[in-house]
């Protein structure tokens, strides 16, 4: 029996709705966002559903929350009101969670409402690569929350594998823009330490990765 657990917040890739829409799993939008969830004006679009099982998971509470299923019109009417702060300033929608490649398939149909908005990730990158690579056709950048390059660490924290999130990462070092890819390194608190810190940089500047934040975790027991 495996010793992986289970995530916590799972939901389906995709809802299809009436003549097969899909749906989005809409838990809140936070609007007039700067400098971060990446360039302009951001809309941060929060979404259920994750494949991890964090052990100081941040958003635990508003995981758990019910969430408003939506159509991709009906999330236009939601975030247009902001499109001439998108315009002027190269904004847009960032989308997180949770995992938000859970729901490529929305994204696909919602993408062409809105062709000139920034489309930002925030992920994890644990999925089949198949779903990322359909992403790097959607997203315009990726905020790329990687934890640790350590599998063991990373397997204690997560309750996953690490295998597909460093597929991935090694995909989007080929085929994207390093400008547009965020990675984001904590110092978690019982897990990792500052030797683990800087090996995983190291490690990911090797791949060709430019933009590598690191900061602490800061868990209040």
């Given at each position: 029996m495996s010793d992986m657990k289970e995530p916590i917040f799972h939901s389906p890739q995709s809802d299809k709705g009436g003549a097969g829409v899909p749906r989005y799993p809409l838990l809140g939008l936070s609007r007039h966002r700067m400098e971060i969830d990446g360039e302009g004006v951001t809309t941060l679009v929060v979404g259920k559903g994750c494949p991890l099982s964090c052990a100081y998971c941040i958003n635990k509470s508003v995981l758990r929350q019910d969430q408003t299923w939506v159509t991709p019109e009906e999330l236009y009417e939601k975030t247009r009101v902001d499109d001439l702060y998108f315009q002027a300033t190269g904004g847009g929608l960032c989308f997180g969670?949770?995992?938000?490649?859970?729901?490529?398939?929305?994204?696909?149909?919602f993408r062409p409402l809105c062709p000139d908005w920034r489309f930002t990730a925030e992920t994890c990158l644990n999925l089949p690569p198949e779903d990322v690579a359909r992403a790097a056709a959607v997203f315009d950048a990726f905020i790329i929350d990687v934890k640790t390059l350590d599998p063991a660490i990373y397997k204690r924290y997560t309750g996953r594998e690490q295998g597909p999130l460093v597929e991935?990462?090694?995909y989007l070092a080929d085929v994207f823009d390093p400008a547009r890819l965020h990675l984001r390194v904590p110092l978690i608190p019982d897990?990792?330490?500052?030797?683990?810190?800087e090996k995983t940089?190291?490690?990911?500047?090797?791949?060709?990765?430019?933009?590598i934040e690191r900061f602490p975790y800061v868990v209040r027991k």
């Amino acid at each position: 029996m495996s010793d992986m657990k289970e995530p916590i917040f799972h939901s389906p890739q995709s809802d299809k709705g009436g003549a097969g829409v899909p749906r989005y799993p809409l838990l809140g939008l936070s609007r007039h966002r700067m400098e971060i969830d990446g360039e302009g004006v951001t809309t941060l679009v929060v979404g259920k559903g994750c494949p991890l099982s964090c052990a100081y998971c941040i958003n635990k509470s508003v995981l758990r929350q019910d969430q408003t299923w939506v159509t991709p019109e009906e999330l236009y009417e939601k975030t247009r009101v902001d499109d001439l702060y998108f315009q002027a300033t190269g904004g847009g929608l960032c989308f997180g969670g949770g995992e938000s490649l859970l729901h490529l398939d929305f994204y696909e149909a919602f993408r062409p409402l809105c062709p000139d908005w920034r489309f930002t990730a925030e992920t994890c990158l644990n999925l089949p690569p198949e779903d990322v690579a359909r992403a790097a056709a959607v997203f315009d950048a990726f905020i790329i929350d990687v934890k640790t390059l350590d599998p063991a660490i990373y397997k204690r924290y997560t309750g996953r594998e690490q295998g597909p999130l460093v597929e991935n990462l090694k995909y989007l070092a080929d085929v994207f823009d390093p400008a547009r890819l965020h990675l984001r390194v904590p110092l978690i608190p019982d897990y990792n330490d500052k030797a683990d810190l800087e090996k995983t940089k190291t490690a990911l500047e090797e791949m060709g990765f430019l933009k590598i934040e690191r900061f602490p975790y800061v868990v209040r027991k």
